[in-house]
């Protein structure tokens, strides 16, 4: 049997995933990496982007929002402020958050700098969870 990594991802609604995997291709602010069994422990930020899990030959997705990673040769554990499967996406909804952050960003002008990086983290998410969701249509 090939070795497997133990994989966890926490938010704030708890334990979303535990399960132990082949492969995670995580979004980190430095590009994306990918975490195999005996990997180089290692502690890096996420980036808002597309979480990738490869086991038994499937890979599965899910969007991420900003968080960390703790990496150690047997274990992988993720803890982000938002997690979503594919099932769990609203595209309707999310392309709309989207129209309405970009049209909020193009008014910038009159909102703080927090309001503005709010906004920016917030679309990061969005786009992430769009690209899950359109990931999986036929071309």
Do not use: C, W
Not at 21 to 32: A, F, K, N, S, Y
Not at 85 to 101: F, G, L, Y
Request: glycine fraction near 8%.
């Amino acid at each position: 049997m090939a070795a497997k990594i133990q994989f966890e991802i926490v938010s704030p609604a708890g334990v979303s995933t535990a399960a132990q995997v082949d492969q995670v291709v995580i979004p980190t602010t430095t590009g994306e990496i990918g975490v195999l069994p005996q990997h180089e422990p290692l502690m890096t930020m996420l980036e808002p982007g597309e979480l990738a899990v490869i086991n038994d030959g499937k890979t599965t997705y899910a969007a991420v929002g900003e968080g960390f990673a703790q990496i150690t040769p047997g274990r992988i554990s993720i803890l982000t402020d938002m997690v979503a499967r594919e099932s769990e996406i609203d595209e309707d909804a999310v392309a709309k958050a989207i129209e309405r952050a970009q049209t909020a960003l193009a008014n910038a002008a009159n909102m703080s700098d927090e309001e503005a990086a709010g906004l920016e983290a917030g679309l990061k998410r969005n786009l992430a969870m769009l690209g899950v969701k359109r990931r999986r249509r036929p071309v």
